[in-house]
């Protein structure tokens, strides 16, 4: 929200407008949640967005490493300032925000400032928790259900792959925790997520926590589910589009096909088969002839298919990897069991990242229909 700096006590001191922010240069200021629902609605909206904060958060930091933002770890000097066609500044202190402002204002740059209202502490019964899968990342993958539950919430527990973007729309006034967890980086600890989630609750407020995919596919949504539960909090799961299945479906690659695989498993590649805590049987997944989909395997990739080579499945097996499914920055990499880490590599694919291993990861949607035509005509 924006609008005039003057008016009177009885007339709303802002109007809501929308921004045309495509291309722009915008340059947001600070870290917390006004700060992240802001960027990810701006990234959302095709902005070219940098973040000036010495400390960003994990989600932040997060995008900047997927080459979706811009991040400065410092203050905000005034050639950020200069070098931007829209300012938000949205540090969480009212007064420094206003002194950037009128900055801003003096260099001939709008800025946008956090008008949101603070939260005041409830004083009613115990609240209630909601368990939001959000989708593959795409905004309009959020269900109807997802989005009122948003709506209503007073706190909002958000993963870095959530649809952070949808926040500043649906819940302006809620308060946004970043429960990122980072792939070998800065993470917020499953133990801490409760916290948060059960404190708020306690406190007679409506908490959302909201996921990426379905909190229940390797979300540990059940973890969260129990803990609240034993705290004697009332839960209600909502949920969401997994992105097992909805990356792949993004790419053109169905995770079966009438003629090619009557199944498929779901199976988390975050440690190699060698390692203690893999709980996976490759060579008995090599023999299943079913779609294999592995979630956050980007990193083990050559180890996971060396084991399913070892375990018998062929090398010429086809196989894809999809990067950020869903989103305007998907990318994909099509090859085979034995090519497709080399070419991953060579395509600098990262997390978050869904790997298809199968009959279907080789199949293009209109070719298909053609060979089997051909083969028919032949026979």
């Known amino acids: 929200m924006v609008g005039p700096q003057h008016a009177s006590a009885d007339q709303p001191s802002t109007v809501p407008v929308e921004l045309p922010v495509r291309g722009m240069p915008v340059t947001v200021v600070g870290s917390g949640g006004r700060a992240m629902t802001a960027t990810g609605t701006l990234v959302a909206a095709g902005a070219v967005v940098t973040v000036v904060s010495p400390d960003p958060a994990p989600y932040l930091s997060d995008l900047a490493d997927r080459g979706l933002i811009t991040v400065h770890r410092r203050e905000l000097t005034t050639a950020d300032v200069d070098s931007a066609a829209l300012l938000f500044a949205h540090t969480g202190d009212a007064d420094l925000d206003a002194s950037i402002a009128a900055d801003a204002h003096r260099r001939g740059v709008f800025c946008v400032l956090d008008r949101a209202p603070r939260p005041t502490p409830a004083a009613r019964r115990v609240g ?147 390692h203690p805590d893999s709980a996976v049987n490759y060579a008995a997944l090599a023999r299943t002839n079913t779609t294999i989909v592995l979630m956050m395997a980007v990193a083990n990739l050559d180890a996971i298919a060396r084991a399913l080579v070892d375990g018998g499945m062929s090398a010429t097996t086809p196989a894809a990897v999809i990067a950020d499914g869903s989103l305007a920055s998907q990318r994909e990499v099509r090859g085979t069991l034995g090519t497709i880490s080399e070419a991953a590599r060579r395509a600098a694919i990262g997390p978050p990242a869904t790997t298809v291993i199968g009959a279907v990861a080789g199949f293009i949607p209109g070719r298909a229909a053609s060979q089997r035509t051909a083969e028919l005509n032949i026979r």
């Open 128 to 274: 209630r928790v909601t368990l939001v899968g959000g989708g593959p990342g795409d905004p309009g993958l959020l269900t109807v259900a997802g989005r009122d539950a948003i709506a209503n919430a007073d706190v909002v527990v958000t993963d870095r792959l959530a649809p952070v973007s949808v926040l500043g729309h649906l819940a302006p006034h809620a308060v946004v925790v970043d429960a990122a967890k980072i792939p070998g980086g800065r993470r917020m600890e499953q133990s801490e997520i409760n916290a948060h989630l059960i404190s708020h609750a306690l406190a007679g407020r409506t908490v959302v926590r909201l996921k990426g995919g379905d909190g229940f596919v390797f979300g540990r949504g059940g973890e969260e589910l129990d803990e609240c539960v034993k705290a004697g909090i009332t839960v209600d799961v909502i949920p969401g589009v997994s992105s097992a299945i909805a990356a792949p479906a993004s790419a053109g690659i169905p995770v079966t096909h009438r003629g090619l695989t009557q199944g498929f498993t779901v199976v988390s590649g975050h440690v190699p088969p060698d």
